[in-house]
């Protein structure tokens, strides 16, 4: 990588986009010249810390999703020389401005709309939200390819399968890693109690909300399962999800020759990152911590239980009904985390309701409709919550006969 590298952040607040900023940072403060500008940060609603990244990074432009914290945002920023603007077609049309690389960290399918805008727009996109290559991925894939860009996976299993992807025609399978999140020996019976302070505890990761909820459910690996799918054109049945509690070997490719090509490293994202955004270069030191393998010692392996976590063989389900189930299984998942973190349903309801809303998908109407576009995308997204929110209520009421 030679030069300054321009970059845009679709979500900067979040725990990707502060990381990312670390990297940043820590990069152009060893560099005799700057080796990153920013030019775009955007944020959803967190005003504080946007006008304090604003004002460490001095970006062009801030964007903030919330548009009644956009005076705060401007008045925050007004002795500089930053243009803001407020509103999620804002954040939408920042993602077209020419950058080097776009980081699309934005949580959920709301990160959907601008990272389709960067695509088209010719932007290389570092891909951290998993939802837009789940609901979308044929359709990325296909407008990454008219293109001419790259679409670089950032999450850490991901980047590790991109880095170790050597001959695809000669692949056997890929060996996805999970944690298994905080409940890894949890048994099915007191998995009935957990409550959202004990499913935010990852023993590993320090995440946001959603994803460490996901991990605990491992719904996050049944959505990187559908998202490698798609990233590098395998079905499901090569690939296979292993448990690997220390989480320092992120993924790995089989070879037919009986090789294994493995990406190793500490549990931060700020490697995978770092990766991201400079590839195909990796020339920029991180402030991650070496990986020790002595201190380390060992390492171990087990085999996914798919009665108590039955969140990946749904993907399977999903990626292999093709065309709006994927988004289903991700919307359904969206809407059951945010019931559970409200204390509006119970841990174990999260898979009923993903698993009923794909079925209930599955059979009705809408289960052939193509996702080649935006729009039928946004109509089996509003179908999903539809089906999600009446099983939510089914899940109310169970709650009342339970308490009367």
Not at 177 to 198: H, I, K, M, N, Y
Request: glycine fraction near 6%; hydrophobic fraction near 45%; charge should be negative.
């Amino acid at each position: 990588m030679s030069g300054l590298r321009t970059i845009s952040i679709m979500g900067s607040t979040g725990s990707i986009g502060t990381s990312a900023l670390s990297v940043i940072a820590h990069a152009n403060a060893l560099a005799d010249d700057p080796v990153f500008a920013i030019d775009t940060l955007a944020a959803g609603g967190n005003a504080d810390l946007l006008i304090e990244q604003a004002r460490a990074f001095a970006p062009k432009r801030v964007v903030i999703a919330d548009e009644a914290k956009l005076q705060t945002v401007r008045d925050g920023l007004s002795a500089l020389d930053i243009e803001v603007a407020a509103g999620k077609s804002e954040i939408t049309a920042a993602a077209t401005r020419p950058v080097d690389r776009v980081l699309a960290a934005i949580v959920g399918i709301d990160g959907l709309s601008s990272t389709l805008a960067a695509i088209e727009a010719g932007n290389s996109v570092a891909l951290a939200n998993k939802e837009s290559m789940v609901c979308a991925g044929p359709l990325l894939n296909r407008m990454a390819e008219a293109a001419g860009i790259a679409i670089v996976p950032t999450d850490s299993e991901h980047n590790a399968m991109f880095q170790v992807m050597d001959r695809r025609e000669d692949l056997s399978r890929i060996i996805l890693t999970a944690s298994g999140g905080p409940f890894r020996t949890t048994s099915r019976a007191d998995l009935e109690t957990v409550t959202p302070q004990r499913a935010l505890a990852h023993p590993r990761w320090n995440m946001g909300q959603k994803i460490s909820i996901d991990s605990a459910t491992l719904f996050n690996k049944g959505l990187e399962l559908i998202e490698a799918c798609y990233l590098f054109d395998v079905p499901e049945s090569q690939i296979e999800v292993v448990i690997h509690p220390q989480s320092i070997l992120h993924s790995a490719i089989a070879y037919r020759d009986g090789s294994v090509l493995a990406q190793m490293g500490t549990t931060d994202m700020r490697t995978p990152i770092a990766h991201a955004l400079t590839w195909p270069d990796r020339r920029q030191p991180t402030p991650v911590e070496p990986l020790d393998l002595i201190a380390l010692g060992k390492l171990d392996f087990e085999s996914l239980d798919s009665e108590r976590f039955p969140a990946v063989q749904l993907a399977r389900q999903a990626v292999m009904a093709g065309n709006g189930a994927p988004t289903v299984l991700n919307c359904a998942n969206e809407g059951a985390v945010a019931a559970f973190l409200a204390g509006q349903c119970r841990f174990l309801d999260i898979s009923w309701v993903v698993e009923t809303a794909l079925e209930r998908f599955l059979n009705g109407p809408m289960a052939c409709q193509d996702c080649d576009n935006f729009e039928s995308i946004l109509a089996i997204e509003a179908e999903a919550k539809r089906l999600t929110g009446a099983l939510l209520e089914e899940v109310e009421c169970q709650k009342q006969e339970r308490r009367a």
